[in-house]
């Protein structure tokens, strides 16, 4: 099964919004409501940011935003901020398996 | 707080066989699906593996290139989850994290941020 498919990288000024895409197929993203989203930092662990499409753990800033249509799912990064800097991966349940996007490098300008 | 500490990495060669631990704290393993995810060096994050709580049936699945060879358990009573390589090969080679988005108790579930440190498998002559 092929990774999610996301743009290698997405960038903004402080204070901006950057949108990351994230698409699949109808057996993966667009069947189930399990997407989450992930942020690295270089040489770090990763972090859960979203959870459920949309859902957002305690802890983590109201500037980020899940939403899903069809086969995309998204991430939506709003007052962008210099600690946003950084690698982002979506991630989908596929039924009998799971898969990752293939990864945004996120630069904040 | 929750807490996931991955052990048992190191430097092994092609065709040899490793034990990798992931011990939980904070919730309990059999409450939650918990995956284990690889990153190689430089490359993005790929899903190697899940087992399913075990209200869900407790079963495994496994990524196309680890099947048959990887292996995922739990032990309850150390809190512990395993993942069991044989036939390790050069392109296994990679940083291996466990992991959970949520574990869910008397029909609440609760989001887990934070993945552990990792654990280093490094496969060569």
């Known amino acids: 099964q092929s990774a999610l498919t996301q743009p290698p990288s997405a960038s903004g000024s402080p204070g901006q919004s950057v949108t990351i895409s994230c698409t699949g197929t109808?057996?993966?993203?667009?069947?189930?409501?399990?997407v989450s989203w992930y942020r690295q930092h270089p040489g770090k662990a990763p972090r859960l940011m979203i959870y459920e499409v949309n859902k957002r753990p305690s802890g983590v800033p109201d500037r980020f935003s899940g939403s899903k249509s069809g086969n995309t799912a998204s991430l939506t990064v709003s007052g962008l901020q210099a600690e946003d800097e950084a690698d982002y991966y979506c991630?989908?349940?596929?039924?009998?398996?799971?898969?990752f996007g293939t990864g945004t490098k996120v630069t904040v300008l | 707080e929750v807490q996931l500490v991955e052990s048992g990495g190191g430097l092994v060669e092609p065709g040899g066989s490793l034990r990798l631990s992931c011990a939980a704290s904070?919730?309990?393993?059999?409450?939650?699906?918990m995956h284990w995810v690889r990153q190689a060096p430089g490359k993005g994050l790929e899903w190697v593996g899940r087992i399913k709580r075990e209200s869900n049936g407790g079963t495994t699945d496994y990524a196309a290139p680890v099947k048959d060879r990887f292996t995922i358990s739990r032990d309850d009573s150390r809190n512990t989850v395993f993942l069991q390589m044989t036939s390790l090969e050069t392109d296994d080679t990679a940083v291996y994290y466990c992991?959970?988005?949520?574990?869910?108790?008397?029909?609440?579930?609760?989001?887990?941020?934070?993945w552990g440190q990792g654990t280093l498998v490094t496969v060569s002559s």
């Open positions: 992991t959970t988005d949520e574990w869910c108790a008397n029909g609440v579930c609760h989001p887990v941020v934070s």
């Open positions: 904070g919730f309990t393993v059999n409450n939650a699906w």
């Open positions: 991630f989908s349940y596929a039924g009998s398996s799971h898969i």
């Open positions: 109808s057996s993966d993203v667009g069947a189930y409501i399990y």
